[in-house]
């Protein structure tokens, strides 16, 4: 029997206030017998679970639809209004024309459509005094480091002092009556909020409304707040935070990027049980004062002085005659959505593994692992006693704290006791990076329970598990995740810690695949790339970093292709055809201002701004070695060309698919007489320029294989080392494994000497550094202008060993997304087991092996509804099962062909197992 399981809408199961107007359902199938296949499907939205279940004044029924498919299906029914919930479940019918059980009923919700839907206006907060600003002296000065970045880094945290505000609260009471049915808020801020009504918090996110280019596009979030309300007298509460809208961003120290005053628009409806109607928005009625935040700001951290609370000031009944009214900005609802995706969510708690006692009151926390988030403190104390939490992801060589990689972010909370017992505090708009805390001025001894690890990040579901018979190896992989899991807050950043923390479009690009490999990232990147289409210049730049702060018309090679890349590598891993019909017009306007000033194929021209070549990263962090910039630009001019001509193709446009396909070869002809002499040299003769043209389809096919024999040399000249950058990085093991020497990609794998990704292991890394000499035995710390230890760029490696080592890939056309998938793996008996699990959208594939004295065996298991074309890697005259490979017949397996050295068949959803011996 099939079951219908994991129903989503848009990504999101069971989504509250979304604004898509045709929303898309998703849905997978379960069953134990081999081969189950979908021939069609019936879907049924109403109104209420009860006409659901009756089946009657249906909104509507897509009747039986003879189709295969399970994901993206749009809704088709008539509009939906604003505030409208919809139910719906789904039939199936399998490969025999069994009609499976309706699904359990899902709904999805909407939020607010119109702009007059909008009732509540913008609460403007008068400037509330300036913060005292009361911090321990810390910055310590140390040799080698340029002297005028640190004075600039004190001076920016002096002017933050100078200048830092205290958090406004503002509240409203308000009447409920008898007989309410349900309520929502809708709620927003310039700056970020945190709402609470009847002093209950509302929600469980963070950060909100997230970071978007606030002047093109501000997110509102819808809340079921029913629970929380009382007949009688209620009250709302906001506290304002700066946040992104004004808090210190970037090296540059950068304050008020989006404007000056915070800001907040709420709007919560009631509904009655008679269909009435009442609503209390956020107007001139009401007040504002400051209570314990001193400040709070994502770089420099948060000071909370618990003595300044204002007990009851978010409940009904509070004394609010000193609170200041409120000023009114008439609202323009236009730049208003709805959230897509899930807000930052507490993920996990750590507890210390370590604390040591540096000096009477002084302690270092170490949590074993490199984190993002903030840490739960519990104290008791006397009134006034201010606990002081430093943060940093290394120790020096004397064991105390390292913390001048952070440069401009102070990343300290402080919190202040108002005494008379147990106090808990976790900050409001702050996170940090890091592994270690410092804390001092703490009464009493600190030990595990007063002190914990919160981790966030914006949900994004783990699909994949990685496990082999490495030690190391699993480090790796667990480093990677983390790298992920740190640094996928609202945007995709290059780093959690440092005074950074930017949607760097380079590392976005290099990593994305191996992000879709570990997690559910699709929600989160189509957000994204809905603020890097934003982000484009009116000529037609994309910039390097978005939501772009630091110099909007910049696109680097290589970082503003990830407008490319990033939505095709979606499309490849969800399938997600209307999301590149959206970025199309910013896909082609990329390509075509890049093509108008370099109609030569050579991408010189717009390559970095004002062409001071400032912006011209080339192959970014390499390690002794040189690319030429020119190569790294024009193979991602080729590249992105390739990629346009496909995405063009899956869109329909065969016309531009033609032209973009011209342009690459156009492209190819001139990367070629430019970079790649007749003895398969690329220019530069370094790893990354290797495997740049051979993956992006550059190198002339004759030349591939001594092309591949020069990556290899240059390798083994290198002693067994890389010398990839960000930009070549990811690219490396597959174009090794691709060109026939799987044995050089598990040779750099799993080597752990200097420079490898072994080598930060060996080291205690716990996530990914961003370089590869962040720290060596020789000579210690790299400049702390720029060393991240929790960077995910090169754990870009993670796609090779979802996509290779074990080799769990999708086809690409017609459809993409693991419905028919590609099942490949590349073993090597340096490695002797493998495991890796990843869960598609269409279900769980799972591709297992292991070398056993003298088989070899490889488990799978794919999910109903998708086939895969399988490759078992055997030698010729090996045996599979015991018999030839041609013969080979088993329950959902069908041959097709032998290849050199694998056998290829076909195979339907199941579990298999296959043992090859010689
Ligand atoms: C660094 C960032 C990022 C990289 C750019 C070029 O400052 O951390 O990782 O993409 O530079």
Same mark, same amino acid.
């Given at each position: 029997m099939t079951r219908i399981v /994991?129903?989503?809408?848009?990504?999101?199961?069971?989504?509250?206030?979304?604004?898509?107007?045709?929303?898309?359902?998703? #849905?997978?199938?379960? !069953?134990?017998?081999?081969?189950?296949? =979908?021939?069609? $499907?019936?879907?049924?939205?109403?109104?209420?679970?009860?006409?659901?279940?009756?089946?009657?004044?249906?909104?509507? &029924? !897509?009747?039986?639809?003879?189709?295969?498919?399970? +994901?993206?299906?749009?809704?088709?029914?008539?509009s939906l209004q604003s505030r409208q919930r919809v139910w719906w479940q789904v039939r199936i019918w399998d490969e025999q024309g069994q009609i499976s059980d309706y699904s359990e009923p899902a709904w999805w919700e909407m939020g607010l459509l119109q702009r007059d839907d909008w009732r509540g206006q913008w609460m403007v907060v008068p400037e509330p005094e300036q913060a005292a600003a009361h911090f321990s002296p810390h910055l310590a000065q140390q040799s080698g480091v340029l002297a005028e970045e640190i004075e600039r880094? =004190?001076?920016?945290?002096?002017?933050?002092?100078?200048? /830092?505000?205290?958090?406004?609260?503002?509240?409203?009471?308000?009447?409920?009556?008898? %007989?309410?049915?349900?309520?929502?808020?809708?709620?927003?801020?310039?700056?970020?909020?945190?709402?609470?009504?009847?002093? *209950?918090?509302?929600?469980?996110d963070y950060f909100r409304p997230g970071w978007t280019d606030y002047h093109q596009r501000l997110q509102y979030q819808t809340y079921d707040v029913t629970s929380l309300l009382v007949p009688g007298e209620n009250a709302l509460g906001v506290i304002l935070g700066d946040g992104w809208y004004r808090g210190v961003m970037s090296w540059?120290?950068?304050?008020?990027? $989006?404007?000056?005053?915070?800001?907040?628009?709420? *709007?919560?409806?009631?509904?009655?049980? &008679?269909?009435?109607?009442?609503?209390?928005?956020?107007?001139?009625? #009401?007040?504002?004062? +400051?209570?314990?935040?001193? $400040?709070?700001?994502?770089?420099?951290?948060?000071?909370?002085d618990a003595r300044l609370e204002q007990p009851g000031w978010n409940q009904a009944g509070f004394d609010e005659a000193h609170w200041q009214a409120v000023t009114i900005q008439p609202l323009d609802a236009t730049l208003l959505v709805a959230q897509y995706g899930p807000g930052v969510q507490k993920v996990a708690e750590l507890t210390p593994q370590q604390i040591r006692e540096l000096q009477p009151g002084t302690y270092l926390v170490d949590l074993g692992q490199n984190m993002v988030g903030w840490m739960r403190l519990r104290v008791t104390g006397p009134a006034g006693t201010t606990v002081q939490l430093r943060f940093g992801e290394m120790l020096q060589s004397d064991g105390t704290l390292y913390t001048e990689n952070l440069r401009t972010a102070r990343a300290t909370d402080l919190y202040t006791l108002k005494g008379g017992g147990e106090e808990v505090y976790e900050p409001h708009f702050t996170f940090? %990076?890091?592994?270690?805390?410092?804390?001092?001025?703490?009464?009493?001894?600190?030990?595990?329970?007063?002190?914990?690890?919160?981790?966030?990040?914006?949900?994004?579901?783990?699909?994949?598990?990685?496990?082999?018979?490495?030690?190391?190896?699993?480090?790796?992989?667990?480093?990677?995740?983390?790298?992920?899991?740190?640094n996928f807050l609202e945007v995709?950043?290059?780093?959690?810690?440092?005074?950074?923390?930017?949607?760097?479009m380079g590392d976005a690009q290099i990593f994305a695949r191996t992000a879709t490999y570990n997690a559910d990232v699709a929600a989160f990147f189509t957000r994204w790339l809905s603020d890097v289409a934003d982000a484009q210049s009116p000529e037609g730049w994309l910039p390097n970093i978005v939501p772009s702060i630091i110099d909007p018309k910049a696109g680097a090679p290589a970082w503003a292709d990830a407008g490319i890349i990033v939505p095709w590598t979606l499309y490849l891993a969800y399938g997600d055809t209307r999301l590149l019909a959206? *970025?199309? +017009? !910013?896909? +082609?306007?990329?390509?075509?201002?890049?093509?108008?000033?370099?109609?030569?194929?050579?991408?010189?021209?717009?390559?970095?701004?004002?062409?001071?070549?400032?912006?011209?990263? %080339?192959? #970014?962090?390499?390690?002794? /070695?040189e690319t030429p910039k020119d190569v790294v630009a024009d193979a991602f001019f080729a590249h992105s060309a390739a990629l346009l001509a496909k995405i063009a193709r899956v869109l329909g446009r065969e016309d &531009?698919?033609?032209?973009?396909?011209?342009?690459?070869?156009?492209? *190819?002809?001139?990367?070629?007489?430019?970079?790649?002499?007749?003895?398969?040299?690329v220019a530069g003769e370094t790893q990354t320029g290797y495997v740049l043209a051979l993956r992006f389809g550059l190198m002339p096919e004759a030349l591939r294989p001594i092309a591949a024999q020069h990556l290899v040399e240059d390798i083994q000249r290198r002693g067994g080392h890389l010398s990839t950058g960000f930009v070549g990085v990811a690219h490396l093991l597959p174009a090794l494994t691709e060109n026939g020497r799987v044995d050089v990609a598990y040779q750099l794998l799993l080597k752990d000497t200097f420079p490898s990704w072994g080598y930060s292991i060996r080291h205690g890394?716990?996530?990914?550094?961003?370089?590869? &000499?962040?720290?060596?035995?020789?000579? %210690?710390?790299?400049?702390?202008?720029?060393?991240?230890?929790?960077?995910?760029?090169?754990?870009?490696?993670?796609?090779?060993?979802?996509?290779?080592?074990a080799g769990i890939e999708t086809q690409e056309m017609p459809e993409a997304a693991f419905k028919q998938s590609i099942l490949r793996p590349f073993p090597d008996p340096s490695l002797q087991r493998l495991r890796a699990v990843y869960d598609s959208i269409h279900g769980r594939i799972v591709s297992a092996w292991a070398y056993e004295e003298s088989t070899f065996t490889w488990q799978i298991e794919l999910p109903p509804n998708t086939t895969a074309a399988v490759y078992v890697p055997a030698a010729p005259g090996a045996l599979i099962n015991g018999q030839e490979a041609q013969v080979l017949r088993e329950e959902g397996i069908t041959f097709v062909r032998r290849e050199e050295n694998a056998a290829v068949y076909t195979v339907q959803a199941g579990h298999y197992q296959f043992m090859v011996s010689m």
């Open positions: /994991a129903l989503r809408c848009e990504y999101a199961q069971n989504p509250l206030g979304i604004d898509c107007e045709y929303p898309r359902f998703y #849905w997978r199938l379960e !069953s134990s017998q081999r081969g189950t296949r =979908q021939s069609a $499907y019936q879907i049924l939205v109403a109104s209420s679970p009860e006409a659901l279940a009756e089946r009657t004044s249906l909104l509507w &029924d !897509s009747g039986k639809v003879h189709s295969e498919h399970s +994901t993206h299906i749009a809704y088709a029914g008539p880094w =004190q001076y920016i945290q002096a002017e933050f002092d100078e200048k /830092a505000r205290p958090c406004p609260m503002v509240r409203k009471e308000f009447r409920v009556g008898a %007989g309410l049915k349900q309520a929502r808020v809708y709620a927003t801020a310039r700056g970020l909020y945190l709402l609470s009504l009847n002093g *209950q918090r509302v929600g469980d540059l120290g950068q304050r008020n990027f $989006y404007g000056q005053a915070v800001q907040a628009l709420v *709007q919560l409806e009631l509904e009655y049980s &008679d269909g009435s109607r009442e609503v209390v928005v956020s107007d001139e009625s #009401w007040k504002t004062a +400051t209570g314990a935040l001193q $400040y709070s700001d994502m770089l420099m951290g948060e000071a909370y940090h %990076g890091f592994r270690y805390v410092e804390v001092t001025g703490y009464p009493g001894q600190l030990t595990n329970e007063h002190i914990t690890g919160i981790v966030v990040q914006t949900p994004t579901p783990p699909t994949g598990s990685l496990l082999s018979s490495n030690a190391m190896l699993n480090q790796l992989v667990h480093n990677i995740e983390w790298g992920q899991r740190g995709p950043t290059d780093c959690p810690q440092r005074d950074e923390r930017l949607g760097w959206r *970025q199309y +017009t !910013s896909m +082609t306007r990329w390509l075509e201002f890049l093509v108008e000033a370099n109609p030569d194929g050579r991408w010189r021209k717009r390559r970095n701004g004002g062409g001071e070549g400032q912006w011209d990263f %080339g192959d #970014w962090l390499s390690i002794e /070695a &531009d698919a033609m032209r973009y396909d011209k342009l690459f070869a156009r492209i *190819q002809t001139a990367f070629q007489t430019s970079h790649i002499t007749s003895d398969g040299r890394a716990t996530t990914i550094w961003e370089r590869w &000499d962040g720290w060596t035995a020789e000579k %210690g710390f790299q400049t702390p202008l720029m060393n991240s230890f929790n960077h995910y760029s090169f754990g870009s490696v993670g796609e090779w060993l979802y996509r290779y080592a």
